[in-house]
């Protein structure tokens, strides 16, 4: 959520800064707005709406400068208007744009507003502006201002800032929010995404917590949190304009969903071979701790939690290990009891999330035997801050509906919990066959995208729905919690899932014909269970919408609704392929209810505010 392009140049600045913000579109926002200076001018424009509304803006009063900062915001504090969007001004001198949120706003606000500071927004991010004119007033440097400004803010933040008597410099910092330094010839850049510098350079500097960063056309100096001028590597960034651009497909998010045997054959290579995980891909020496695993302790929010519920299945089943899983949210402010030998698996797309983070962090205090990362961001927080990690080599993911970070996050699962069950004793011709399984599942995938055409036919029933119900068993429980979660975010349908046996516990009361209810049924031990619980639907006249394995024997012997097949490929790969069909329906509804498919109202892509 949020958004921060800043550029300290020897040209014009205001293209590279909406360019950026369009970069970081995807990442969900409700105003944008930019400041710049030329020469000794601040000139700052703002728009609640997208970043089209800020173009509009530029043309209409026309800016420009070699110094400048930009923001989208995702509304936190006040309503998304013009006043509450970022830049924030003090005395028309300092700029500033933030991530994250300031705790003690308020308190800061009241000292403030005795010292004389009239503040202008309800955002918990003037106060920084304030604070900021306030120190170079009384005789700071622009960094040393923003440095004593952030030691007296608790919360999480990243932030720019510049300042009207000094022009070509930026200052920015960061604790609990990511930022990032783009490193040009002649040009320095700041940005809270690599995806918002990449059209200028793919030389990044990731600022660690505590950082502040000063830059300027030809210089970049960092402090670290204890006061120490540091020197952070520059690495060279893989990510291209190629990758974060729609090419022949309509939106974003159908295009990830058709990378996605791609993005697992990616997550796979290098990692198996000869009916066998490759050693040394969770690190050198992760045996020694891998080893010693007792109990896995799973913490995730959203659709990553819904891949630690299916690892859950996994770890029991396959590696008999015992594991329970958790709501990061939640993970904090309860009393959790840490079993001896249990590790601590985070899961995350961005690996800035911050309800994940903040448990990771919390797990450190709790007495865990180590803490693993999944993520697919190499240089994010979680995995900086992780024992062990594996990354997904997902690529970037641009709609804010998880699709393919899933699957490859399922996929690194699969991969762990194959590995664990190796070094408890799995007999080795089953790890073989599981080994061969997870490996065909690019080809598994491509199958089941074929059926892309039939769900665009099928999704037409549902324009007029206003609520859906999901059933699975088993591991398919939280494919299809994860199916419902995409259905509501994208196509405002309201829908629930729940495993398939307690329909008559409850949510049967609800079935009648106006109900779609839509099934997984892979071809396992519960498929004669779950019949059953398709029979209870059909006897209320339930709209029956069912996904089954291509081998199982389902029908709905000419009841409303339709019966789909597909080749689930086994059943430990089998929660991935069957969560394509449900993306698929939930994409093409989304797309025939006129929805904003890839940007739903009121989700942000990465949550890095609590």
Known sequence: MCGIVAACTQRDVVAILLAGLHALEYRGYDSAGLAVLDGGNLTRLRTPGKVASLDALCRESPVGGRTGIAHTRWATHGVPNE????????????????????ENHAELRAQLQAAGYAFTSETDTEVVAHLVHKFVAEGMTLRDAVADATRRLRGAYAIAVLHRNHPGHVVGARRGSPLCVGVGIGEHFLGSDVQALIQVTNRIVYLDDGDVVEITPDTLSIIAADGREVTRRVRESDLSMDAVERGQFRHYMLKEIFEQPNAIANTLEGRLADGGILPNIFGVDADKLLRRVRHVHIVACGTSYHAGMVARYWLEGIADIPCTVEVASEYRYRHVVVTPDTLFLAISQSGETADTLAALRDGRERGYLGSFAICNVPESSLVRESDLTLMTRAGPEIGVASTKAFTTQLTALALLVL????????????L?????????????????????????????????????????????????MEGALKLKEISYIHAEAYPAGELKH??????????????VAPNNQLLEKLKSNLEEVRARGGQLYVFADSNA???????????????????????????????LLAYHVAVLRGTDVDQPRNLAKSVTVE
């Open 506 to 519: 409850g949510p049967l009361a609800l079935v009648d014909e106006d109900m779609p209810v839509i099934a």
């Open 419 to 430: 590995e664990l069950a190796r070094l408890r004793g799995i007999a080795a011709d089953k």
């Open 432 to 480: 073989a066959t599981l080994v061969g399984e997870l490996g065909s599942l690019p080809r598994t995938l491509e199958s089941a995208l074929q059926l892309d055409r039939d769900i665009a036919q099928l999704s037409e029933t549902f324009v007029d729905k206003h609520h859906a119900l999901f059933l699975g068993r088993g591991a398919q429980y939280p494919v299809a």
């Open 83 to 102: 006043a509450n969007a970022h830049p924030h001004v003090s005395r028309d001198q300092v700029a500033v744009v933030h991530n994250g949120i300031i």
């Open 553 to 583: 024997d389902v029908s709905l012997n000419g009841n409303r609704g339709q019966l789909m097949k597909v080749n689930s490929g086994g059943n430990l790969i089998a929660p991935a392929v069957f969560t394509v069909p449900l993306q």
